[in-house]
């Protein structure tokens, strides 16, 4: 059976087997290389569910996750690109919607105890603005349980969606760091702060470390052609 086909008949079974059935294919064809195999699978899995709503649709066409994942090489490399505490994990992936891009980029954020891993979806429209569209912390190991750790957790995440141009050209700031103009989410967002108190307070240098993950994210992806 060709790649394709058979990525055609997984991505229509449930989200959950979907990521796992990628996943195995994928190891599965590249078994010669175990480290491969381990590396691949810890960003398809997530990336997979960022690109999934909760009731287990696909956010963008099957057909572009498919050719993506297929064709490019930005699940198969590694390049690591260090900008300060910051490492970003080469090349991006890019996934083309109905009138906008999807940017899917990794990295490593130095945090209180160690390396913070960080997964960022950012959507560009025909005009060329950008959004952070969503946001996955994928390990915190290092970090201390009940305060750092608390990056891994959903509710910290989602204060990172969508937030606008405006506030990521202005340089992503906590509220734990400077006082906010306002404390509506949404409006804090255009003026690049979020607001994260109530989860993170004493972890500071943890939170922190996710902003500068995916500003540096940013700043790598506007300057693309």
């Not at 690591?80 to 994990?89: A, D, E, M, S, T």
Request: proline share 3%; aromatic share 10%; glycine share 6%.
């Amino acid at each position: 059976m060709s790649v394709k086909p058979l990525l055609r008949k997984l991505i229509s079974v449930t989200v959950f087997l979907l990521v796992s059935m990628i996943a195995l294919f994928w190891i599965l064809r590249y078994s010669e290389d175990q480290k491969f195999s381990r590396q691949f699978k810890a960003k398809v899995e997530p990336l997979i569910g960022l690109l999934t709503d909760e009731s287990g649709k696909l956010l963008l066409k099957e057909s572009e996750i498919i050719d993506t994942l297929q064709k490019s090489s930005c699940l198969r490399e590694e390049n690591i690109h260090q900008i300060g505490n910051v490492k970003l994990y080469l090349p991006h992936c890019e996934f083309q919607g109905r009138d906008t891009t999807i940017f899917a980029i990794f990295a490593d954020s130095k945090g209180y105890g160690g390396w913070i891993k960080v997964l960022a979806l950012f959507e560009r429209q025909k005009d060329r603005t950008m959004k952070l569209w969503k946001v996955k912390v994928l390990d915190a190991r290092d970090e201390t349980e009940g305060l750092g750790k608390n990056v891994l957790s959903d509710e910290f995440q989602k204060r990172f969606y969508n937030v606008p141009e405006s506030g990521l050209e202005k340089g992503l700031k906590l509220d734990l760091e400077e006082f906010p103009p306002t404390f509506d989410a949404e409006e804090a967002k255009k003026e690049g702060f979020i607001l994260v108190a109530d989860i993170m307070s004493y972890a500071t240098v943890s939170a922190k470390a996710v902003a500068n993950a995916i500003q540096v994210m940013y700043n790598y992806l506007k300057n693309l052609n």
